[in-house]
């Protein structure tokens, strides 16, 4: 028998641990996460579908815009509200924000230090300031984005349904396009960072799934779709989330087919590089790691590959919407329904759907967030990592299992919803 376990994992979102052992040659492992539950479902039953959209960003300090785009379309989806096409343009303008917020964050201060050989974010600078100084240049950005288009930089207050209750300036949006070609060759600096370290090998091929609205590269809205054929629409995800409760963890599993499943940025890629912005998609096509790849840890390359996207996506709404903005006024609408609302987070598929009556009142809330759906692949590439390394040191198991579990990005605060 050989026992491993980890009782805190570092440089991640929440609390977590993973417990491995071989008994009899099998394997099993526990990806156990020990937030506590925060009942925001609870929370949400009983209050104004207007209220909900801004208490659900909340729920995450980290990638609070689309827990608020998600509520906000589920109110809408719920009421029959149908918004506009510059509506969606500025949603997913301030999903541009809130990606590069995200990816630069986790791949500088949470995954890349230790191959890097430092001891966290502050070890990187000394070493190599301007690196760190890269992360916050596009942190700045997305955070200017976010707050133009959504109030303020975190937990945004402007959405409402039908729209937003304050647009952003032409003014503003100009300076958008600005900063974000100011930025551009930082976020090709951080993909050729990422593509340029040696990861562990572990190639399993999984299941991939992601948002497609049919057009573009998935972000905002859009049907459920996957590696291994699915493709259903949003409000059928309860078929394709199938979350189930385990006693050694506080977050719920999700399976499909009695398997794991992956959402995230490897996800994107995998499934859509044919979508990605130019810039992006020759880094896809032509860089130093090819996709589709199934290699977990290649889930920060594919974040690279995404600050570009995304830094070039948002040049590209900006500067149509600086041209085009016109002022729009929500039409005030209050009507009974179920709603399911979709977007794509930096960690992956985003599911809010409530349950509004005659008078504006949500009485049912569901939320599935990215890393619940996560949590079973986590294991799953676990038990296949760790089963191919069992002649390595206690610590080299434990680094190897810390950065698989860093490479998904996780929130477990988010999964504990």
Partial sequence: ??????????????????????VDGKPKV???????????????????????????????????????????????????????????????????????????????????PEYLNADGVVDVYMRNPEAVKRALRIRNVGNLIVEAISGRA?????????????????????????????ILDDCTETYNLAASIKYPELQRKTEYSAIDDGKRYPSYEGMIVSSEG??????????????VYRSYSHTKFSTRNGHGFFVGSIARVN??????????????????????SYNPFHNLVAQGIELVHYAEEGIEIASLLARTLKDEKPEKVVRAGTGVGVVEAPRGILFHEYAVDANGIVRE??????????????????????????????????????????????????STH
């Fill in 1 to 22: 028998m050989k026992n491993v376990e980890m009782n805190y994992i570092t440089q991640i979102e929440g609390h977590g641990t993973v417990h491995f052992e071989i």
């Fill in 30 to 112: 526990r990806m156990e996460v020990h937030e506590g539950a925060r009942l925001f479902e609870s929370f949400l039953r009983g209050r104004r579908a207007d209220e909900v959209i801004a208490m659900s960003s909340r729920i995450c300090g980290v990638c609070p815009v689309v827990h608020n785009y998600a509520a906000v379309q589920a109110v809408e989806n719920a009421m029959g509200i149908q918004v506009s096409e510059q509506t969606k343009l500025l949603r997913r303008l301030g999903n541009v924000g809130q990606m590069l917020q995200s990816h630069a964050l986790h791949l500088y201060v949470l995954a890349l």
């Fill in 154 to 182: 975190v937990h945004p207050v402007s959405s409402v349904p039908g729209g937003f209750a304050k647009l952003p300036t032409k003014t503003e949006l100009k300076r958008i396009v600005k900063e974000l070609k100011g």
């Fill in 230 to 243: 699915v493709r259903a629409p949003a409000a059928d995800y309860r078929k394709y989330t199938n979350e």
């Fill in 271 to 292: 499934l859509f590089s044919d979508r990605l912005t130019d810039g992006a998609r020759e880094l896809a096509k032509n860089g130093a790691v090819k996709f589709p």
């Fill in 365 to 414: 809330a569901n939320i599935i967030t990215p890393t619940a759906q996560n949590v079973q692949n986590i294991e799953e590439d676990l038990v296949a990592l760790l089963s191919a390394n069992l002649n390595k040191p206690r610590e080299e198991l434990v680094r190897l299992t810390e950065a698989l579990v860093r490479a998904y990005d996780p929130c477990f605060s988010c």
